[in-house]
């Protein structure tokens, strides 16, 4: 029935049961089944586990994400993030162990694509287990199109469908936190990396949009559970050089919510300030 079975670190959403990945679907021991999309993610996120609504990003947001990430304007960052990641595992190329990885909230997937292609490059020798998780059905549909290699679900970062213990790292890319998940789903010794946004970040663009903005609070701190390795500031200017991607820039971003784009239409070059924290810290 189920054709080729592959073993998962998925969990059931509905028993905690492990999942393993069929042709065409997941299953569990006790019966129940999530349909593979024609674009290879599955859909784990079950009623209970949002509030009212449509989770996550609007097609719009991603969309206009989607087209200013490709434009390469947080590539620096993205390289960043994935020497970090590759330091934080201290991976060893001759190793024959199998490294998993989580991006929790991965959004369209650039930054997870990313950092699956340059581990790749770094560990032709050794097997790394990817996966990506979102609460937006859109997000993960797009994400699912940059890499296949990638196993990609819809699922809330308050109910990861993890198994308890079974990775390595967990990246956390400026997306909401729940430390209690993170640590049921690391190994002992795992390795918890978030990034969020520094006091400065995008601040021309608040500077634009409202008359006396403030600084962005700290932000990426953890609790009880996890120990602080290293930090790491990543701060560049970027030089926006079209309207449009000043505009996407705007519409991905949260400001979009509860602020008008006027002070901005008219501008064809726009430059502002990239400024993300990044944390490492280890599950004791």
């Known amino acids: 029935m189920f054709g080729l079975v592959r073993e998962t670190i998925f969990q059931c959403p509905n028993c905690s049961k492990v999942l393993k990945q069929g042709e065409k679907q997941y299953f569990c021991s006790k019966g129940h ?67 998993s990885i989580l991006d929790a909230g991965c959004g369209e997937g650039y930054y997870l694509c990313r950092l699956k292609n340059s581990l790749t490059d770094f560990c032709d020798s050794i097997k790394v287990d990817v996966y990506g998780i979102d609460v937006s059905k859109d997000a993960i549909h797009y994400a699912s199109g940059r890499n296949k290699g990638i196993r ?8 990861i469908p993890v198994l308890k213990g079974a990775l390595d790292c967990i990246l956390c890319s400026f997306a909401p936190r729940d430390e209690g998940e993170f640590r049921r789903i690391l190994k002992p010794k795992g390795k918890l990396i978030v990034a969020s946004p520094g006091a400065r970040h995008l601040y021309s663009i608040r500077e634009a949009l409202y008359e006396s903005p403030e ?45 008008e784009i006027d002070a901005l239409e008219k501008l064809s070059e726009f430059a502002t300030e990239v400024d993300i924290n990044i944390f490492v810290y280890e599950k004791h």
Not at 35 to 52: C, E, F, M, Q, R
Not at 152 to 159: D, M, T
């Open 33 to 99: 089944s999530f349909d593979i999309s024609k674009k290879g993610y599955v859909n784990l996120l079950i009623p209970g586990h949002t509030g009212a609504g449509t989770p996550g990003d609007s097609k719009e947001m991603l969309q206009s994400r989607r087209e200013f990430l490709d434009k390469g304007y947080y590539e620096e960052f993205s390289n960043v993030l994935n020497d970090i990641v590759l330091s934080a595992l201290s991976v060893d190329k001759d190793s024959e162990e199998t490294i």
């Open 152 to 159: 990609f679900a819809v699922a809330s970062n308050y109910h």
């Open 215 to 259: 600084e962005i609070g700290q932000k990426g701190t953890v609790g009880e559970g996890f120990t602080l390795l290293a930090q790491r500031n990543v701060n560049y200017e970027i030089l926006l050089k079209s309207k449009q991607d000043i505009l996407n820039l705007f519409t991905m971003t949260p400001y979009s919510r509860h602020a």
